[in-house]
C-alpha cells in the first residue's frame, strides 16, 4: 500500500499527523494517532519491527518522564503519596501521561514513515523538486553505508587482535584498545572519501541543470491535493490553537474594534 | 582528492546570493524561536504541556536547519560532501551505544566535529542539522535537537578556524565552552517537546534540580550545563586525537585546514597549491 505512494505524500501526511497531534496536545488525540499508526504498520505488514524499535527509544523514555514528573513536580497540588522530598502527585502523574502518549506518537508515526518509505524513491522525489541533489546523496549514502562501516569496524578489530591486542579490565587499556580501533576506521573512511569524491566529480555530480532519474516516482493528481489539504489542515490547527491561547476574549475584542473602526 | 574540478565553478551571482539569504534566515530562525521560548515560557508550562510552545520550539528550530542544510550544502566541495555521511555514521553508532550506557552523556557529536576542524563552521552546521534528521529514521526523538546539533557544528568549526584545535589543550576547553552555549539552546526543546527528557541518566539530575522547586525549563537548563559541557569538551578531545592522527598527506588536502593554519606544523612538500 504504503509502495504505491508517492513518498513526498507520505512525509506530508506524518507531518501534518504530527503537528495536529502536538497542536491539540490532549492525551486521547495522541493516543488515537498511536493507535493509528500501529494498525497502519500491521496493514503495511511492518508492525513486528516498528514496534520493537519504538520500544528500544519509548520505554527508557517513560520510565525518565516517570522518575522527573512523577515523583516531583512543585507545581502539583493533590498529593498521593511522599517520601521525604519526593511527593507523588496527581498532576504530576497526569502530565507525565500526557508527554508520554505525545511522545509515542510522534515516534510512532516517524516510525511507520522511515519504515514503509523506499529511500531510493524519496531521493529521486526530492530531486525532481529541485532540492540540491547532495541533500538526497546524503541520506542514501548513510543508510546505505551504516552496515559497511560496522563491518569494517569488525574487520579492523580482528586485525587488531591479530597483531596482539588484548583489552584489560583498566580504563587505560580500554582506552587504547579504543583508540587503536578508532583510527583506523576513520583514517580509512576518509580515504574511501576522497576516491569516491573523485568518481562522483567525474560524472557530473556538481553541475547544475536537469537531471533524468531511473527511478520512476508515481504521482497523481489525487496525491498532490491531499498534500495541499493536508498542509492546510496542518497550518489550521496551528492557527487555532494560537487563537485559544490568546487571552480569553482579546481576539474577539481586536476584532469588534478592527469592524468598528472600519 | 583534494584537486579541483576541471571545469571551472559556475559563477552564478544570483544563486549565491539566494543561498547566503537562505543560510541568514535560517540563523535567524533558529535565533528568534530561541528568544521566544525563554521569554515566554513560565506562563505555558504550568498550564499543561505547553502547546504553542512545543509548536514553536518545533517549527522554528526545524525550518531554520532545513534552511541551512538547503543553504550551505551546495557550496561545499564534493571532496566534503562525501565525508558527510561518514561522519553522520560515526554520530549515530557512537551516539547509539553510549545512550543504551545510561551515563549523562552523548557523546553524539564527534562526526559532526571531525568534519568541522577539517571542512569549517558551514560544513559543521549542515553536517550537525543533516546528522539530526537521517538519523530520526532509526530514533525519531532526536529531530527537535536539529539546531542544537548545527550549533556544535558550527561551533567547532569556529574553534578550529581561531587555531584552537592547533594544541591539544585548548580543544576540550573550546569544547566546554561550546557545550554552555549548545546546553542553553537545547533546553527549551527537551522541556517543550519531551516534558524535560532525554535519557534516563540526565533525567536522574532534572530531577534532582525539580526536587529543589525549579521550574521545568530551568531545571533541564541546569542539567544541561552539568552534561553538555562535560560530553562536549569530551568530544571535542576525542576529535583532535583522531585529526592529529590522520596523515598530514589527508588533512592538508581540505583548503578550510590549509587556508586558516587549522593545524600546528607545516604543509607537506611537494604540494603546490
Do not use: C
Amino acid at each position: 500500500m504504503a509502495a504505491r505512494l508517492n513518498p513526498l505524500t507520505a512525509l506530508t501526511a506524518a507531518a501534518a499527523v504530527l503537528v495536529i497531534t502536538t497542536a491539540a496536545s490532549s492525551w486521547a488525540v495522541s493516543l488515537t494517532v498511536a493507535v493509528g499508526a500501529v494498525l497502519l504498520a500491521a496493514a503495511a505488514g511492518i508492525v513486528r519491527r516498528v514496534l520493537l524499535a519504538a520500544a528500544v527509544i519509548v520505554v527508557p523514555f517513560w520510565l525518565s518522564l516517570l522518575v522527573i514528573h512523577g515523583l516531583f513536580f512543585p507545581e502539583g497540588r493533590t498529593a498521593l503519596a511522599s517520601w521525604g522530598p519526593a511527593r507523588v502527585t496527581a498532576e504530576g502523574l497526569t502530565f507525565a501521561l500526557e508527554m508520554g502518549l505525545r511522545t509515542a506518537a510522534f515516534v510512532l508515526v516517524l516510525m511507520v514513515f522511515s519504515f514503509s518509505v523506499r529511500i531510493p524513491e524519496l531521493v529521486a522525489a526530492l530531486t525532481a523538486r529541485r532540492v540540491p541533489p547532495q541533500v538526497g546523496y546524503v541520506l542514501a549514502s548513510t543508510l546505505l553505508l551504516a552496515p559497511l562501516v560496522a563491518a569494517r569496524l569488525d574487520k579492523v578489530r580482528q586485525a587488531q587482535e591479530s597483531r596482539g591486542l588484548v583489552v584489560g579490565r583498566g580504563i587505560g587499556s580500554r582506552l587504547a584498545a579504543i583508540r587503536l580501533q578508532m583510527v583506523p576506521l576513520v583514517l580509512g573512511l576518509v580515504h574511501d572519501a576522497g576516491i569516491r569524491a573523485q568518481s562522483l566529480d567525474a560524472r557530473g555530480f556538481r553541475s547544475t541543470g536537469p537531471r533524468t532519474s531511473f527511478t520512476q516516482v508515481r504521482d497523481s493528481a489525487a496525491q498532490a491535493t491531499f498534500r495541499v489539504f493536508a498542509i492546510l489542515l496542518a497550518l489550521a490547527a496551528v492557527g487555532w490553537r494560537i487563537a485559544e491561547s490568546l487571552p480569553a476574549g482579546s481576539l474577539s475584542a481586536w476584532f469588534l474594534s478592527g469592524a468598528g473602526g472600519g | 582528492m583534494s584537486q579541483q574540478s576541471l571545469t571551472l565553478p559556475p559563477t552564478d551571482r544570483k544563486a549565491v546570493r539566494r543561498r547566503r539569504l537562505l543560510e541568514l534566515l535560517g540563523a535567524a530562525s533558529i535565533a528568534a524561536t530561541f528568544i521566544f521560548l525563554v521569554l515566554t515560557q513560565p506562563a505555558d508550562i504550568a498550564g499543561g504541556p505547553g502547546s504553542v510552545s512545543s509548536l514553536v520550539a518545533l517549527g522554528g528550530f526545524l525550518l531554520g536547519a532545513l534552511l541551512l542544510i538547503v543553504g550551505v550544502l551546495p557550496t561545499l566541495p564534493t571532496s566534503t560532501v562525501v565525508l558527510i555521511p561518514v561522519a553522520l555514521v560515526l554520530n549515530i553508532v557512537l551516539g547509539q551505544l553510549m545512550g543504551t550506557s545510561g551515563l549523562p552523556f552523548y557523546l553524539d557529536s564527534i562526526g559532526t566535529v571531525l568534519i568541522a576542524v577539517l571542512a569549517g563552521p558551514a560544513a559543521g552546521a549542515a553536517t550537525g542539522a543533516l546528522s539530526s534528521i537521517v538519523w530520526s529514521f532509526f530514533n525519531p526523538t532526536v529531530l527537535p535537537f536539529a539546531a542544537g546539533a548545527a550549533l556544535i557544528g558550527f561551533l567547532a568549526g569556529v574553534a578550529a578556524r581561531y587555531g584552537l584545535f592547533r594544541r591539544f589543550y585548548l580543544a576540550p576547553v573550546s569544547g566546554f565552552v561550546t557545550g554552555i552555549v549548545a546546553g542553553v539552546v537545547s533546553a527549551p526543546i527537551a522541556t517543550f517537546v519531551f516534558g524535560g527528557t532525554s535519557g534516563v541518566g540526565t533525567g536522574a539530575i532534572v530531577s534532582a534540580f525539580r526536587a529543589m522547586g525549579d521550574t521545568l525549563l530551568a531545571a533541564v537548563t541546569k542539567q544541561a550545563l552539568i552534561s553538555d559541557p562535560m560530553d562536549k569538551a569530551i568530544v571535542f578531545a576525542i576529535a583532535a586525537m583522531l585529526v592529529y592522527a590522520l596523515p598530514r598527506r589527508t588533512t592538508f588536502q581540505f583548503p578550510f585546514v590549509r587556508r586558516f593554519r587549522v593545524l600546528a606544523g607545516k604543509e607537506p612538500a611537494g604540494r603546490n597549491s
